[in-house]
């Protein structure tokens, strides 16, 4: 069991495009973005939460500064470790971005992986924005991200 730490959460929300979402499914990927991230961040760590529009879409960028990911393994990061990818698998990592990925495409989105070992890792969320900003109901996929982050907008938590 890992020891107790604490992890800044910063946060820039830009207003942002509806998406059409399953709101509970869209927050249990920001709930995983950010428990992996939170996890693995060293501690006094920081994580960002990045969301604005880009073109046609709606975005979620979630960053930790902790150890990065292999670069051998980084192909296969949002793949399930069953059958074939067994070999990939790595201590710590299941089946949570391989559900997150199916719930992100069945969107019509994307997450996409960056990595820079023992530096930093971005996973960064595209859907298809519904309206454009100033069009917007109240109902938006930042207020859905929100929900799934932490009460507090910035601040350090435990880990």
Do not use: W
């Amino acid at each position: 069991m890992p020891l107790p730490r604490s992890v800044a959460i910063e946060q820039d929300l830009a207003e942002v495009s509806i998406a059409m979402i399953d709101c509970d499914r869209i927050k249990g990927v920001v709930t995983t973005l950010l428990d992996n991230a939170i996890r693995f961040s060293p501690a006094g760590g920081q994580v960002t939460v990045r969301a604005c529009n880009e073109g046609s879409h709606v975005v979620l960028a979630v960053t930790d500064r902790g150890k990065g990911i292999d670069p051998d393994f980084l192909p296969h990061v949002l793949n399930d470790f069953t059958g074939a990818d067994v070999e990939h698998h790595t201590e710590g990592q299941g089946l949570s971005l391989a559900i997150a990925n199916q719930i992100v495409l069945a969107h019509g989105g994307t997450i996409s992986v960056e990595s820079d070992k023992d530096k930093e890792t971005t996973f960064t969320v595209r859907l298809p924005a519904a309206r454009e900003v100033g069009q917007q109901s109240p109902t938006t996929c930042v207020a859905c991200a929100s929900d799934a982050a932490p009460s507090k907008p910035s601040g350090t938590y435990p880990g």
